[in-house]
Every structure is written in C-alpha cells, then in structure tokens.
C-alpha cells in the first residue's frame, strides 16, 4: 500500500483544530487515507455508503449525531446534509466543554458546494484536499522546491510519459496489474452524473453534461471562451456556467487564471480549463495515452501540459498560487507560480526531446515582466538532461517532476 504524504499533514491539522475535513474526488483514496488515519488515531469509523447508516442518519439526525461519544471518521458525509446543523451544536458543545473529541469528515465534494456543511463548520474545521496519487509520492521529491531554488537534479534515465500519466492518476487504476481503463471510466461517470452530481443538485438531462465534459476535453489547455463553449454544448450560458461549477465541485475540471500584477484583474480575465485527472482526460478524448505521441502529436501536447498541471495543482502548498501567463500580442506561458512572497517561477512544456531559445520567448517576456521577483523559468521537456537557456533560464526533463 502506498502511504499517502496527507497522512501526516491531516495528522497535524488536529493539533489545530478538533474537526478535519478532506475532500477530493470520487476513487481518490479517501475512505482508504481516512480508515488509516481512523485506525492509527483509534477513532470509530463510519461510511454513510452503508445504506443501513445513512437511512439511520436521515431518519433520525438528531439521534444519530447524539450517539457520538468518542472520536469517529464520518465518510461520504456530503450524502447527509440532514446532519450538518447537528454537527454544528455538538461541535460548538464540545468547543464550550473543552471537549477533546476529534471528528474526521470526508466528501466527494468541494466544501463550498455544501452550504450546510461549509455554514454550519465555517472556523470550526480544518480543510484538506486530497487528490490521486501524485508522482511525488512514489519518489520522495519537491519539485516546486527544486524550481525556486533552482537546484535540478540531473536524470539517469529517460522516463516513459505514458508510464508516468498511468501512475498519477486514482489508486484503482494505478496499482492494478491489468485494468480496462475505459471500462472504468465509463462506470465512474456514470456513478458521477447518476448519483454524485444529482446528490448536490438536479439536473435535467445528465447526458448534457456527458457531452460537456467531451466537448471541454477537446477544449483543454485553451482559453475558455464560455459563450462558444455553451453553443457547442447546446446550453444556454446561464446553464453551463452552472454545469461547469458543478463539475468544479466534483474536482473534474478546474480553471487556471491569468496572472497579472493588478491582482483585481486576475479573476475577470479569461481563465483556461484542465482535468484534473489527466487518464480521464484522454478516456473523453478517445485517446490511447500509449499511442498519443505518434498518433496524433498535437493531442498529445495537450495532454502532456494537462499531466504537468495535474502534478502543479497536486503539490502547490497554501503559500503558492497556479496560474497562466499572456500578454496581449498572444505570447504565453503555460504556467506560472506565485509564492505569498511574491516570488515568481514560470513553467513552459514542451512535447518533444529538442529544446530551442524561441521556446524561452514567453518566460523572457515574463522574467522582464516580474523583475527581481522572477527566479527560474523552465521548458519541461522530453529529453533527460538539465540545460541552462540564460540567466535563471533552463530546460528541465520532464522526468524532474
């Protein structure tokens, strides 16, 4: 069993506080994180995907969270909103007794898509969110570190991208010797639209949001122009801005917006779309991760910039911030990453084993941009050798991450 590197931050996150929430996505490993911590912890633990609990739970909300009486791991808790109010008084009891009682709370959805949770808890707990498995968590590296601190380590060996994209992705997948990962993908949608999405809100025709989830996979890596995106989905922009927040709080997709200095203009200016699991994302695209490279090189590009991300996303701490870099002449940098310090790192990728200076033009312009706060612009490449381009300037080996 790989030992998830959230095991000792949750740990932690109780000398803080006596409620711990960790949310992520459906098969990302939380029922397993949290029946390890439970037992490490020697909590009760409870799973309200246990039909018999969660009608106990609902019928009788009021008994169900009375009956706490010593530390407990409540999972999938966003399928019992009926208790979140409950939750908060004994919480809040507790809290007025100096009670030392812990509760560990997991759901498949972003806490802000749980008002009663989020409004009933808000200051109470600490929040944790826990993704598939990332690279870093079958070599013990930091490679956000290494970027800012410039110190590269130099590749032995040059690595097999589709062996990586099938190693950081949900733990079923992952671990297993020999999976269909189309047929598992299909049966987790469909889990997702029929059951997930449906316990947060309605929704008229899940087959909508199928053909949204194709129709963005086309789309990732650009920037989302939402009344295109609404066209092709057949919806007006209303309604897929709704579906596209919905699958914001499943942890499907997520947007990546635009740095600029003026932090008021970054979250008005238009963002780009990634998956956050990059084998799902290849399953909407009909795509072999296997055959991509030579099959169809530009998918692939896509593809290997939305894995780039998912490893970015999975390992930035609180104190850094994700986003992407273009000016209004069209120059780009994929990404780009702000420390609450203000130090800056740009991250450019590139699908193939060469590296040349015209790929450094969009890091330039931002290291001119940035200043003194700039400390390292990298090309993610396909080769295995770290090769400096200039002044703070380097290609980097995929295989680094």
């Known amino acids: 069993m790989i030992k998830r590197k959230d095991f000792s931050t949750i740990l932690n996150m109780f000398g803080d506080a006596n409620v711990v929430y960790i949310n ?28 018999s609990v969660l009608a106990a739970a609902k019928h009788d909300p009021v008994s169900f ?54 409004d009933a808890l808000v200051g109470r707990m600490q929040i944790r969110t826990l993704y598939p498995f990332s690279l870093t968590e079958f070599r013990d590296n930091d490679f956000i570190e290494q970027i800012f601190t410039r110190d590269f380590k130099e590749q032995n060996r040059q690595y097999i991208i589709s062996d990586l994209i099938k190693t950081a992705t949900f733990p079923e997948l992952s671990l297993a010797k020999k999976m269909n990962a189309s047929n598992w993908f299909d049966s987790y949608i469909t889990t997702l639209l029929s059951r997930d999405v449906r316990a947060l809100t309605s929704i008229e025709k899940s087959t909508d949001m199928f ?15 939402e009344s295109s995106l609404a066209r092709d989905c057949n919806m007006n922009l209303m309604t897929f801005r709704r579906y596209r927040s919905l699958l914001e709080n499943m942890f499907v997709i997520q947007r990546v917006f635009p740095w600029f200095r003026n932090v008021g203009k970054r979250f008005v200016k238009t963002a780009k779309n990634y998956f956050l699991d990059t084998c799902m994302l290849s399953y909407l695209s009909g795509t072999n991760v296997n055959t991509a490279q030579e099959e169809n090189p530009v998918l692939f590009g896509h593809i290997l910039e939305n894995f780039v991300y998912t490893e970015l996303i999975k390992n ?69 050798h770290v090769i400096p381009f200039g002044m703070d300037l380097y290609a980097v080996p995929i295989g680094a991450l």
């Not at 949290?34 to 409870?46: D, F, G, K, T």
């Not at 969270?65 to 909103?81: A, C, W």
């Not at 109010?85 to 009682?101: A, H, S, T, Y």
């Not at 104190?319 to 002449?329: A, K």
């Open 65 to 118: 969270v009375q009956n706490i009486k010593g530390d407990m791991t409540l999972d999938e808790i966003q399928l019992v909103p009926e208790i979140f109010r409950n939750l908060k008084i004994f919480v809040d009891e507790q809290r007025q007794k100096q009670g030392k009682i812990k509760l560990l709370l997991t759901g498949s959805a972003n806490i802000t898509a749980l008002p009663g949770l989020s």
């Open 316 to 384: 930035v701490d609180k104190h850094t911030q994700l986003f992407h870099f273009r000016t209004t002449d069209g120059t780009e940098v994929d990404f780009v990453l702000e420390k609450n310090n203000g130090d800056i790192v740009g991250i450019e990728v590139k699908s193939s084993s060469m590296v040349s200076v015209t790929d450094f033009r969009g890091l330039k312009v931002l290291q001119i941009a940035t200043g003194s706060s700039f400390k390292c612009g990298i090309v993610l490449y396909l080769g295995k």
């Open 211 to 225: 053909l949204m989830l194709k129709i963005l996979a086309a789309r990732t890596g650009s920037l989302m122009n």
């Open 24 to 51: 992520g996505p459906r098969q990302c490993g939380k029922s397993t994180l949290a029946m390890s911590i439970a037992e490490y912890l020697q909590m009760q633990y409870v799973t309200f995907d246990d039909y």
